[in-house]
């Protein structure tokens, strides 16, 4: 019984000992990781002391965090619908639905980053950036649209004698682009609503879509943009590439207020760091998606030569079949089989 109850206290002495050199350990692991963000942050904010005078570096609006850094702001987002939409009645309050707000999604197809908001009055916006082509882009558009607008069904709850009429709020998507729309002539800004193809006449307001093509403003100029919409896409296509200062901010204050927001210079640190490594990863899972393309390609290419030299074989063994010409000198010319010259 002694022996045991020197065993006991030796095992508890020893735990505690044990926990003690955890807590320890996480203690100075915890003082290395402050200790290196800290350098991390220093060694930032001194190259961006360095960086040439007069230089100036913006996020990239095509990237998930750059497109939230611009339209995370409620200012910013309802300029910029104004803008494009120019309703009757000015928008005069959004409100994001998602406080969180999704993050991009990276598969072969495309980058795809969304925002929800709406209205004070109930219209419903789903603001949407597709920075690559993708299959079926069109489908898309309505299955998002189809998506938002069922959610409203929902309002009738036949349980509590709440029967729904099926009166809808009103429900936009804007759907901005860094390619032209597949099978379509090129254009900076499409409006898709339900139309009477006879009489031409709205059948509803209710439901209407907007697709902002950047690549049109690719040679346009500064002073070339006549209006606001114009001046929005073309400082989204431009901004990432940009090192000098953006335009138009002298034109309307909220044009100052995104290049001030969009300008690296003007993040915190904890906000460039982790601009920074989204970035990273993007660029990291973009390499590693354009290599695997480029096997692809090259794997395609190589098979499709291999078959293209194979059906010019056959041919020439057919035309010196139809020669009369022996089929063991037909084999030794092209290289086929007695078997596949005679199926000729």
Do not use: H
């Amino acid at each position: 019984m002694l022996d045991e109850n020197k065993q006991g206290r030796k095992a508890a002495e020893n735990a505690v000992s044990d926990a003690e050199n955890l807590q320890e350990n996480e203690k100075v692991s915890n003082f290395a990781k402050s200790r290196m963000e800290a350098r991390r942050k220093k060694l930032m904010a001194t190259a961006m002391e360095k960086r040439p005078r007069g230089l100036r570096l913006y996020v990239d609006p095509l990237s998930d965090i750059g497109f939230k850094i611009i339209f995370g702001r409620e200012n910013v987002m309802r300029a910029f619908l104004n803008d494009l939409i120019q309703p009757k009645s000015p928008i005069r309050q959004i409100i994001f639905l998602d406080k969180e707000m999704k993050s991009g999604s990276f598969d072969g197809r495309g980058i795809v980053y969304d925002m929800r908001c709406k209205t004070a009055d109930g219209s419903e916006f789903i603001v949407e950036m597709q920075k690559r082509d993708m299959p079926n882009m069109m489908d898309r558009i309505i299955y998002y649209m189809s998506r938002t607008i069922s959610r409203q069904g929902s309002k009738g709850k036949p349980d509590t004698g709440d029967n729904w009429d099926y009166k809808l709020d009103p429900v936009y998507g804007v759907f901005i682009l860094n390619f032209n729309m597949p099978r379509m002539q090129k254009q900076m800004i499409r409006r898709f609503e339900i139309v009477d193809t006879v009489s031409m006449v709205v059948g509803s307001k209710k439901v209407c879509a907007y697709t902002i093509e950047l690549p049109s403003i690719k040679r346009r100029k500064p002073e070339e943009c006549k209006t606001n919409i114009e001046r929005w896409i073309y400082n989204l296509y431009n901004m990432r590439t940009t090192t000098t200062k953006l335009p138009f901010d002298d034109l309307q204050p909220i044009f100052k207020e995104v290049a001030s927001v969009a300008e690296l210079a003007n993040m915190s640190p904890d906000d460039y760091n982790q601009y920074m490594d989204v970035i990273d990863y993007y660029r990291t899972t973009r390499a590693a998606y354009e290599m695997d393309r480029q096997k692809s390609y090259a794997k395609g290419l190589t098979k499709g030569v291999a078959k293209g030299a194979k059906e010019e074989k056959f041919k020439n063994a057919k035309a010196m079949k139809d020669e009369n010409i022996p089929l063991v000198t037909i084999a030794k010319v092209t290289g086929l089989s007695l078997q596949e010259i005679a199926n000729l």
